[in-house]
């Protein structure tokens, strides 16, 4: 997979977690409340991009340092 490949493939779940926390956000700001099903939905989504950046990471660390070896 090329690096435009790899850095596209995540930009459709940042798009969804940064809107998810802006939503959520108005309606904090807004009621002053913030509900568990929320908090709990930010969390899985998180996990999930931090999963697939720290793949991208590893992956490009890992091309520059074969491309360092050469």
């Known amino acids: 997979m090329t690096r435009c490949k790899t850095i ?9 977690y940064t809107n998810s926390v802006n ?3 108005k309606c904090v700001n807004s009621t002053s409340v913030i509900y568990n099903d929320d908090i709990k ?7 999930h991009l931090s999963k697939e950046i720290w793949q991208i990471h590893s992956l ?6 074969n491309k360092d070896d050469v």
């Open 8 to 16: 596209k493939k995540i930009q459709g779940p940042l798009a969804r």
């Open 23 to 25: 939503q959520i956000a």
């Open 41 to 47: 939905d930010l969390k899985n989504q998180i996990e």
């Open 60 to 65: 490009l660390l890992d091309r520059t340092s």
